[in-house]
């Protein structure tokens, strides 16, 4: 165990997946508040991300959104065409 972190906590970032997101409000906003504060601090840095100054955390709320939609989109795609094949 890592002296510096607290028990439990193995220091590798924790990523939930969309469903996990989805079916928990509370863990979906924790998560848009974490991406928040890493982007801000990637653009506050130089990180040429697409903005430029830090997002507001509606935008990184908006972003999140829309990347969910998409990967749900591309699953059921993926299930659609199995289902045909």
């Known amino acids: 165990m890592n002296p510096a ?3 439990g906590v193995t220091g590798e970032p924790a990523l939930p997946d969309a469903m ?3 079916s928990d ?3 979906e906003a924790r998560f848009a508040g974490s991406a928040h ?3 801000s ?3 506050s840095g130089g990180a040429a991300l697409g ?6 955390r ?21 299930l659609d065409f199995r289902r045909e094949g």
């Open 5 to 7: 972190l607290p028990g």
């Open 20 to 22: 996990e997101l989805a």
């Open 25 to 27: 409000p509370e863990l």
């Open 37 to 39: 504060r890493i982007l």
């Open 41 to 43: 601090d990637l653009v």
């Open 51 to 56: 903005w430029i100054g830090p997002p507001s």
């Open 58 to 78: 509606d935008e990184v709320a908006d972003l999140l959104g829309r990347v969910g939609e998409r990967r749900y989109d591309k699953v059921f795609q993926m």
